[in-house]
């Protein structure tokens, strides 16, 4: 054999892919690829926005740890030749047990913003949760997606506009409201702080040159409408159209005096479940058991609020023990991979809520990036329940992990 025919033998040429997105999306192989993708895109500002937490961002970093460090007691010959990852969330049937985390300003990721992510969870066949601080309407959103959707509440000091939100929400088809519990006041997040990000984007010198040196997004951002809080619209709360700090804005409309007995404020405006999101000790979801709540998230807001918060993880076994099936338990923060949600369930969790997950996969690739993120999520989920000899999420049993 002549050198040449050896070596035809043993190279292999890829295709050259000419859709961008799809050339980016072949050099990702799991979340923390689009992640670097997203970091490499999006400018700087936008990035760290997403991607930063409150303070030494200890909760943030604590968050992915616990899940580092959750350690599988894998069973074997088990025969897992059948492996079924559906459940139920709220008593509804899903293929894996997951639901897409609110997150607000979703359209600085990528200008179609929750539209795409919507669409995406729809085909994943999972809840999507829509933020009060979206920058797509309730309305919107249902318009592109008949799939299950919640919605987010912050409660605005002017509790008529809340009450209109749920009756939008309600008209609107969504089948839940999930209020967040954990942001009496903004965290500090000194990753903005330090860039002066304000929401949208003011531009200054250094923005025009971060958006030079990030040509793809500015040019989406610049053709796309302009970003605002889109269920806020024509209020008179302000709809973020001009730039402002988002701490500030919190500070002025969200209401710090939110308390348990403001949970039957929203049972009179609100027929179907209710979502506690930011429940941080058992003595809480206790509490919560106790007003009628469908489930609670154990949530730090992926590390956004207070630093010093506890890893939802270590949160799921002792407050599942404690609620028993009074209410479902949802773990929020720090979910990568499918193997992370099945250390969350094992422990006692009903599904876990995902984030930055689905905003990198937005950032790095758009709608496409969002359905990677669903996919590889879904698949790990399979993949790990194989490995670990469980065939049903309800073989899926505490005894399977070691909590550090
Ligand atoms: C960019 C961004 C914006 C967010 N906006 C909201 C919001 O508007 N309402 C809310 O309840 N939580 C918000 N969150 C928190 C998420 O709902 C969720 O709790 C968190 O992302 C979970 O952690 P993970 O990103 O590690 O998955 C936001 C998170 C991020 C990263």
């Given at each position: 054999m002549s050198i040449y025919s050896t070596l035809r033998s043993v190279m292999r040429f890829r295709r050259f892919e000419r859709d961008p997105v799809a050339r980016r999306l072949r050099k990702a192989a799991n979340v923390a690829d689009l992640r670097r993708i997203a970091k490499r895109r999006l400018p700087r500002g936008v990035f760290d926005y997403i991607d930063g937490g409150a303070e030494d961002e200890y909760a943030l970093n604590r968050n992915s740890a616990v899940f580092r460090d959750a350690v599988f007691r894998p069973r074997v010959l088990r025969n897992v030749g059948k492996v079924d990852a559906s459940t139920t969330i709220l008593g509804k049937r899903v293929p894996f047990p997951l639901v897409l985390a609110p997150t607000g300003f979703t359209r600085i990721a990528d200008s179609p913003g929750e539209l795409a992510v919507a669409r995406a969870a729809a085909r994943a066949e999972i809840p999507y949760t829509l933020s009060t601080l979206g920058t797509r309407s309730i309305e919107e959103v249902a318009a592109v997606s008949d799939g299950r959707k919640w919605f987010q509440v912050y409660v605005w000091k002017d509790r008529g506009l809340v009450a209109e939100m749920l009756d939008r929400a309600a008209a609107a088809a969504y089948e839940a409201i999930v209020i967040t519990v954990d942001t009496a006041v903004l965290g500090r997040r000194e990753r903005d702080v330090r860039r002066g990000f304000s929401l949208p984007p003011k531009l200054g010198p250094g923005t025009v040159i971060d958006g030079m040196v990030h040509p793809g997004w500015t040019w989406d951002f610049v053709n796309a409408d302009p970003i605002s809080f889109a269920n806020v619209t024509g209020k008179t709360v302000g709809d973020g159209a001009d730039a402002i700090s988002l701490a500030e804005y919190v500070g002025k409309q969200f209401d710090p005096g939110l308390s348990w007995d403001d949970i039957a404020w929203f049972r009179e405006h609100w027929d179907g479940p209710i979502v506690l999101k930011g429940v941080q000790t058992v003595e809480d979801a206790l509490i919560a058991a106790e007003?009628?709540?469908?489930?609670?998230?154990?949530?730090?807001h992926g590390g956004r609020q207070l630093d010093g918060a506890p890893a939802p993880l270590h949160l799921v076994d002792p407050v599942a023990e404690a609620v028993g099936d009074r209410v479902e338990v949802i773990c929020d923060g720090g979910v990568r991979r499918g193997s992370d949600i099945v250390k969350a369930v094992a422990l006692g969790a009903t599904a876990c809520m995902a984030g930055r997950a689905y905003l990198y996969g937005l950032g790095a690739a758009g709608e496409r990036g969002v359905d990677f993120v669903l996919d590889h999520l879904s698949q790990g989920v399979e993949q790990t329940m194989t490995l670990v000899g469980a065939t049903t999420i309800d073989e899926l049993e505490p005894n399977l992990v070691n909590l550090a």
């Open positions: 007003h009628d709540i469908a489930a609670v998230a154990l949530s730090n």
